[in-house]
């Protein structure tokens, strides 16, 4: 630690209005354009936010800034000093901390040994925990976060993991601090809480660098917006010289999708229908605890809530991947006791949580990814019918918008948004009467993502129910006929797209209310 | 534009069997270059013991000799690479084979059946026995989640005292007074006939069909898609429906069924009968280093196998002008090893060539 706070003391002697400018960076991986020619200057003891799609660029940016990646051509300058980092390490000791979107914490260890973990402090070689306690605690209050140190991680939220995290990083003597999508996991009320923490930490003079796509938190909370399409910097403005609509127009180049309100009516007959569900866990709370609900024909269900309430859990048992007590009904007939294969005969498809866990085989071709969970109606007799097998693929690709070559090419060479559009493709391709859609769009660009809502909402208006699990508000209350909000593995609230707010969600989703 | 796509997927497709042919015979040459060291520090010429190899292994008596020692090796690798088609690492193919060849031997002089029936039986015997023997490795798997690496490792150490046990108190031939230690003598009617007079025998033929079966079955039907479907994302494959554990039972199952095969071009080729030190061990282990040079492809194996069995060929030969006969074995072990690192190198590249190629098409399609 001592050598961290030197190192942090000389970088800021070096001191210059901006303490960060990149110039000209530009940085292509095999076959894209990751950057293209970004300039960005940002001032000390601001927070600059970096906004844009998925996929402009801006992770691909940070990831420069932090050593990950060597730029292609192009500068940067860390407190006026020219710099070419080969390594975090080295990003690190200039005083440039990042938390990543996906926590590093080891959930075993307390939050003091994770704060410390990797530069620990010694004394004649025997680890000192006092000083660290103090030091950290120093840190703590100097932000306004409240936290017992000696908890162990698992005990703790997403948000107080996010200021472990944080901690982390300036226990390390960052002075310039990268947030990659820091509110993606938050509910709206700790949002406010991390904008608060984060206020405090730019008054004691470190400089953030926060990317996001939520505009309406960009606008709230930063003194700069540089904004990046397609790899290279649109405009810098200040949030006070522009509004949302704005903001967006610059971020996509063209209007934001309309979430045009439907023609169609909701039908009578219930087509999917969980009854007393629960899955029982050994050792912990049960997952989910007692759900009930029903989808009706040609209607969207929202299930609405933060990670890891059970949401996971309750697609597993309604597709069959997990045992559960309850009933299940799919078109009007128990299917409690049948196999995921069965239930999928009966007319459910699923489009899962995380495409490359368990919706794609990446390796494999896109036909043959494709085919997954379509074999016995591609086949003739017991071999797989290739021809109908790509005919079928090349109609997904067309139908669905997917940009490749062809339908021979492994799915790993695809984008994210274009595995998304594979994926609920062959869901929807086969008509499902059921549909799971668990975070459809999640990582994918607002073009894909437009693209996959108008496609579940055709499907919907031509009779298909629909249950749609997503953390992400706009696309629950832009899509739903019905919001269920879960919390804690129960259906806490029931509630009406037409009247519902994000503070309302909100409430229930942290189980304020 | 359908030619177009067509003319493409050839072009694919046949781009990435040169660049699996292309690494696996770099790889060779590799091993070669690395063994030519070892010769060299331990005394010996490596241009000597090579023109050794070649020399004696390019008469056509080696050719045939070649094809006989092949033929376990694909059998064992098709066994092996059945497993690896959906992850699971069958190391058990050894015990899976002895024990087949044993309880086939048996069970063979036990009917009598007129010739092709006779020999069809004791097959469908041995590959029962394989599958039966490779099946507690499945069923320890499914119900109790024991890794098949571990349990078919132990289970080979089983099976040998098992077999030991069964033939001493069961199934020796006692007949002349203990001086032989073989199973009864299978009737002329169930002996596998030569193709090459005491040169070759037909199991080599059903080797290769069984790996033009391997193909069709595991590339292109239905079950082979669920197979390669388990083994490429197991959690993907489980949630489109494909059920895991019938998967494991059946992948297992069939590659015991494919090993119950390995002994048996000697059990009614050779010796017609079981014997400890009439059947040889160790095709088991060498099939896993054929199916990994062969990259799990039936013509790879097939190619992998008439490699090693051209290098134990030599062996003999070896040994009599000096060159210790163990250097093949150093070859072989080598050249799996860089086989290994060379793949991988390869196919990293080889992936990072087709997205390129693949970011290019889009570029020029312009969609």
């Known amino acids: 630690m001592?050598?961290?706070?030197?190192?942090?003391?000389?970088?800021?002697?070096?001191?210059?209005?901006?303490?960060?400018?990149?110039?000209?960076?530009?940085?292509?991986?095999?076959?894209?354009?990751?950057?293209?020619?970004?300039?960005?200057?940002?001032?000390?003891?601001?927070?600059?936010?970096?906004?844009?799609?998925?996929?402009?660029?801006?992770?691909?940016?940070?990831?420069?800034?932090?050593?990950?990646?060597?730029?292609?051509?192009?500068?940067?300058?860390?407190?006026?000093?020219?710099?070419?980092?080969?390594?975090?390490?080295?990003?690190?000791?200039?005083?440039?901390?990042?938390?990543?979107?996906?926590?590093?914490?080891?959930?075993?260890?307390?939050?003091?040994?994770?704060?410390?973990?990797?530069?620990?402090?010694?004394?004649?070689?025997?680890?000192?925990?006092?000083?660290?306690?103090?030091?950290?605690?120093?840190?703590?209050?100097?932000?306004?976060?409240?936290?017992?140190?000696?908890?162990?991680?698992?005990?703790?939220?997403?948000?107080?993991?996010?200021?472990?995290?944080?901690?982390?990083?300036?226990?390390?003597?960052?002075?310039?601090?990268?947030?990659?999508?820091?509110?993606?996991?938050?509910?709206?009320?700790?949002?406010?809480?991390?904008?608060?923490?984060?206020?405090?930490?730019?008054?004691?003079?470190?400089?953030?660098?926060?990317?996001?796509?939520?505009?309406?938190?960009?606008?709230?909370?930063?003194?700069?917006?540089?904004?990046?399409?397609?790899?290279?910097?649109?405009?810098?403005?200040?949030?006070?010289?522009?509004?949302?609509?704005?903001?967006?127009?610059?971020?996509?180049?063209?209007?934001?999708?309309?979430?045009?309100?439907?023609?169609?009516?909701?039908?009578?007959?219930?087509?999917?229908?969980?009854?007393?569900?629960?899955?029982?866990?050994?050792?912990?709370?049960?997952?989910?605890?007692?759900?009930?609900?029903?989808?009706?024909?040609?209607?969207?269900?929202?299930?609405?809530?933060?990670?890891?309430?059970?949401?996971?859990?309750?697609?597993?048992?309604?597709?069959?991947?997990?045992?559960?007590?309850?009933?299940?009904?799919?078109?009007?007939?128990?299917?409690?006791?049948?196999?995921?294969?069965?239930?999928?005969?009966?007319?459910?498809?699923?489009?899962?949580?995380?495409?490359?866990?368990?919706?794609?085989?990446?390796?494999?071709?896109?036909?043959?990814?494709?085919?997954?969970?379509h074999e016995a109606s591609l086949s003739r007799g017991p071999m797989i019918d290739l021809i109908s097998a790509k005919n079928s693929c090349r109609e997904i690709i067309e139908r669905f918008g997917v940009m490749t070559p062809n339908e021979l090419v492994p799915a790993f060479v695809l984008s994210g948004g274009n595995q998304q559009k594979l994926v609920v493709g062959r869901n929807l391709a086969t008509a499902p009467k059921v549909l799971i859609a668990a975070h459809p769009t999640r990582g994918i660009d607002v073009g894909a993502q437009a693209a996959v809502w108008e496609e579940i909402r055709r499907s919907r208006d031509a009779g298909m129910s629909v249950l749609l699990v997503s953390a992400d508000l706009e696309e629950v209350l832009g899509l739903s006929d019905r919001i269920l909000v879960m919390f804690d593995g129960e259906i806490s609230a029931e509630i009406d797209p037409k009247s519902a707010t994000p503070q309302i969600l909100g409430k229930y989703m942290t189980g304020t209310q | 534009m359908s030619q177009n796509i067509n003319s493409q997927r050839n072009f694919n497709s046949m781009r990435k069997s040169l660049n699996t042919l292309g690494s696996s015979v770099s790889a060779i040459i590799l091993a070669l270059i690395i063994c030519g060291v070892l010769l060299l520090v331990t005394g010996k010429d490596p241009f000597a013991a090579y023109g050794k190899i070649l020399e004696t292994g390019l008469t056509s008596d080696k050719f045939l000799e070649m094809l006989k020692r092949a033929t376990p090796l694909i059998f064992s690798a098709i066994a092996v690479a059945i497993g690896f088609k959906m992850n699971l690492f069958n190391i058990g193919v050894e015990g899976q084979y002895l024990f087949a060849a044993l309880i086939a031997a048996e069970m063979g002089t036990h009917v009598s059946l007129p010739r092709p029936l006779h020999i069809l039986f004791i097959l469908v015997v041995a590959m029962i026995s394989g599958a039966a023997w490779a099946s507690v490795a499945a069923f320890l798997k499914i119900v109790r989640g024991i890794n098949e690496v571990i349990s078919t490792i132990m289970l080979n150490y089983i099976a040998l005292s098992f077999i030991q046990w069964l033939f001493e108190t069961f199934f020796r031939d006692n007949s002349d007074g203990g001086l032989n230690v073989k199973t009864?003598?299978?009737?002329?009617?169930?002996?596998?006939?030569?193709?090459?007079?005491?040169?070759?025998?037909?199991?080599?033929?059903?080797?290769?069909?069984?790996?033009?079966?391997?193909?069709?079955?595991?590339?292109?039907?239905?079950?082979?898609?669920?197979?390669?479907?388990?083994?490429?994302?197991?959690?993907?494959?489980?949630?489109?429906?494909?059920?895991?554990?019938?998967?494991?039972?059946?992948?297992?199952?069939?590659?015991?069924?494919?090993a119950g095969l390995v002994a048996m071009s000697a059990v009614i080729g050779d010796v017609y009968g079981y014997g400890p030190s009439a059947i040889a061990t160790q095709f088991g282990f060498a099939g896993i280093s054929v199916a990994l040079l062969g990259r799990n492809h039936p013509l790879g194996i097939i190619g992998a196998a008439m490699l090693f069995g051209f290098l134990d060929s030599t062996s003999a030969e070896l040994q009599l002008s000096g060159i210790p006969s163990s250097i093949v074995k150093v070859i072989q072990a080598i050249i799996v090893l860089v086989v290994v690192i060379v793949n991988e190198a390869s196919s990293r590249r080889y992936n990072r060539r087709t997205a390129e190629r693949a970011a290019l098409a889009l570029k020029s399609l312009d969609i």
């Open chain 1, 2 to 373: 001592q050598a961290g706070s030197k190192k942090s003391s000389q970088t800021l002697s070096a001191g210059s209005a901006n303490v960060v400018e990149l110039a000209n960076i530009s940085k292509s991986f095999p076959g894209v354009i990751a950057n293209r020619d970004i300039s960005l200057q940002v001032a000390r003891a601001t927070i600059h936010a970096i906004v844009g799609e998925n996929g402009a660029g801006k992770s691909t940016l940070m990831k420069i800034l932090y050593g990950l990646h060597q730029p292609d051509s192009g500068t940067i300058l860390v407190n006026g000093v020219l710099t070419q980092f080969k390594s975090p390490s080295e990003a690190m000791d200039a005083g440039i901390g990042m938390v990543h979107q996906h926590f590093m914490l080891a959930d075993n260890l307390t939050v003091l040994e994770n704060i410390i973990l990797g530069s620990e402090p010694t004394k004649f070689g025997v680890l000192s925990l006092g000083d660290a306690r103090k030091h950290v605690k120093d840190l703590a209050t100097s932000i306004g976060v409240e936290i017992d140190l000696d908890l162990p991680i698992s005990e703790l939220g997403v948000g107080q993991r996010q200021r472990v995290e944080i901690l982390k990083v300036l226990f390390r003597g960052a002075e310039i601090l990268v947030l990659d999508e820091p509110t993606a996991v938050l509910v709206p009320q700790e949002v406010d809480e991390l904008f608060a923490n984060l206020r405090k930490l730019v008054a004691n003079g470190t400089t953030i660098l926060f990317i996001s796509h939520k505009l309406d938190e960009v606008l709230a909370i930063s003194d700069a917006i540089t904004v990046i399409r397609q790899g290279s910097t649109v405009a810098t403005v200040s949030p006070k010289s522009v509004d949302r609509l704005k903001l967006a127009e610059l971020m996509v180049g063209s209007d934001l999708p309309s979430h045009g309100k439907r023609a169609t009516k909701v039908g009578e007959k219930v087509q999917l229908a969980a009854r007393n569900l629960t899955v029982i866990a050994k050792d912990r709370k049960n997952p989910i605890q007692d759900i009930s609900f029903e989808v009706f024909e040609s209607e969207i269900v929202g299930i609405a809530g933060v990670d890891g309430n059970g949401q996971f859990e309750l697609c597993e048992a309604l597709l069959g991947l997990v045992a559960s007590q309850g009933t299940i009904e799919i078109g009007g007939s128990d299917v409690s006791d049948l196999s995921i294969r069965e239930r999928l005969d009966q007319g459910l498809a699923y489009i899962p949580f995380d495409r490359h866990r368990e919706g794609l085989m990446l390796a494999a071709s896109l036909w043959e990814n494709a085919l997954l969970g």
């Open chain 2, 184 to 258: 009864t003598k299978i009737a002329p009617s169930g002996r596998m006939p030569d193709l090459v007079h005491d040169r070759l025998n037909g199991m080599f033929i059903i080797a290769l069909l069984v790996a033009f079966l391997y193909w069709i079955v595991v590339f292109r039907s239905r079950f082979g898609f669920q197979l390669r479907a388990s083994g490429l994302n197991p959690i993907a494959a489980r949630t489109a429906g494909i059920p895991a554990n019938r998967m494991i039972l059946i992948a297992l199952m069939l590659s015991g069924a494919v």
